[in-house]
């Protein structure tokens, strides 16, 4: 995964979670924040490691599980988002597919 700028990432989405949760949080900027999905699994050993070398950094991490959100909470934040995205105001950056 490369820079979004030379020092990394304010935020990074990860809405699946699973082995590269550790190597994203190397991507973050100091006081960073990383939101993740725990469907796939989250707190594996590269995570831990990730958040203990980066404690200095004061990253932040959050979970999420759409499991807890309604679904018409959902339609509305995918309405927001893309939105968002329709004027050019959040623009995605994807590692890989």
Known sequence: MGNGTENGYDIIID???GPDAGAFLHQLRPNGRMICGVEAGFLTANVSEALMSGFQRSLMV???????VAVTQQEAALEEVFGLMATGRLQPVIDSV
């Open 15 to 17: 809405p699946v979670g």
């Open 62 to 68: 959050s979970t999420f599980s759409l499991k807890t």
